[in-house]
């Protein structure tokens, strides 16, 4: 059997199996273990299943995300690290775009001692976080509340990213991948992490491990489009291997 179209008969196994060790696909389908992981490899790099250990399920879409109060606690401590390490790549001066999110706030904490900054933003968290800080000019898009983030989004919040320029935009996104890049599962929130991205020098990721290689419904932006992508230490090098691949400068905190 090829190995094309091996791999196409692993990924129709696996779907039907939801779930599937090494050590069965290879007893499966008569190759050594090293053949199979191989293949797991690829397939996963092309996004049509997810490893895991010893194992492969099907690669499963991000469906959406909980409020913010239920996602602001959970991988904190991650998070945390995260925002110390992407706040450290301001520089005095600088503008920049800090979207919404739980990972995203974190760097906004970090900001608040900063001189000469001019942060926008459309999350209400983040600019109630700044709100007492000398050094930092802070500037809402407008926009629709949606009160269960404290986010702004819609036309307004469009037209504002549409007119600026900026040195970095930090971006949050429930989905990355290496082959798909940003996606999301809310139609109406991609066209705001659209222009934020337009308008910046330099797109920087932030996400936490559970983000990592998921896929959803709506494209936001290909891989090429990320310069930084600021990650948990949990990250195995199987998965940010494909990132650097495609010139996407990993940082795991």
């Given at each position: 059997?090829?190995?094309?179209?091996?791999?196409?008969?692993?990924?129709?196994?696996?779907?039907?199996?939801?779930?599937?060790?090494?050590?069965?696909?290879?007893?499966?389908?008569?190759?050594?273990?090293?053949?199979?992981?191989?293949?797991?490899?690829?397939l996963e790099?092309?996004?049509?299943?997810?490893?895991?250990?010893?194992?492969?399920?099907?690669?499963?879409?991000?469906?959406?995300?909980?409020p913010f109060?239920?996602?602001?606690?959970?991988?904190?401590?991650?998070?945390?690290?995260?925002?110390?390490?992407?706040?450290?790549?301001?520089?005095?001066?600088?503008?920049?775009?800090?979207?919404?999110?739980?990972?995203?706030?974190?760097?906004?904490?970090?900001?608040?001692?900063?001189?000469?900054?001019?942060?926008?933003?459309?999350?209400?968290?983040?600019?109630?976080?700044?709100?007492?800080?000398?050094?930092?000019?802070?500037?809402?898009?407008?926009?629709?509340?949606?009160?269960?983030?404290?986010?702004?989004?819609?036309?307004?919040?469009?037209?504002?990213?549409?007119?600026?320029?900026?040195?970095?935009?930090?971006?949050?996104?429930?989905?990355?991948?290496?082959?798909?890049?940003?996606?999301?599962?809310?139609?109406?929130?991609?066209?705001?992490?659209?222009?934020?991205?337009?308008?910046?020098?330099?797109?920087?990721?932030?996400?936490?491990?559970?983000?990592?290689?998921?896929?959803?419904?709506?494209?936001?932006?290909?891989?090429?489009?990320?310069?930084?992508?600021?990650?948990?230490?949990?990250?195995?090098?199987?998965?940010?291997?494909?990132?650097?691949?495609?010139?996407?400068?990993?940082?795991l905190v």
């Amino acid at each position: 059997m090829l190995g094309a179209e091996r791999k196409m008969r692993i990924i129709e196994y696996v779907r039907l199996q939801r779930v599937a060790s090494v050590a069965k696909l290879a007893a499966e389908f008569e190759v050594h273990e090293a053949t199979i992981r191989r293949d797991l490899a690829e397939l996963e790099q092309e996004g049509a299943l997810k490893r895991t250990h010893g194992g492969v399920i099907v690669q499963q879409l991000t469906q959406g995300e909980p409020p913010f109060n239920e996602r602001s606690n959970v991988r904190l401590d991650e998070k945390v690290r995260i925002g110390h390490m992407a706040a450290s790549l301001v520089e005095d001066g600088d503008h920049i775009i800090i979207d919404s999110g739980t990972t995203t706030l974190q760097i906004a904490k970090n900001l608040v001692h900063r001189s000469n900054l001019t942060v926008v933003t459309n999350d209400i968290n983040v600019a109630a976080e700044l709100r007492d800080a000398p050094g930092v000019k802070v500037m809402v898009t407008g926009g629709e509340l949606y009160p269960s983030s404290y986010m702004l989004n819609g036309m307004f919040t469009n037209q504002v990213l549409g007119q600026l320029h900026v040195s970095k935009a930090f971006i949050g996104t429930p989905a990355v991948h290496p082959k798909h890049g940003l996606t999301h599962p809310e139609a109406q929130l991609v066209l705001a992490k659209q222009g934020m991205i337009a308008a910046a020098q330099e797109v920087i990721v932030v996400a936490d491990e559970s983000k990592i290689g998921k896929l959803s419904l709506h494209a936001v932006a290909p891989s090429s489009a990320i310069h930084t992508l600021i990650t948990g230490k949990d990250v195995s090098e199987i998965e940010a291997k494909p990132f650097r691949d495609s010139g996407v400068n990993v940082i795991l905190v």
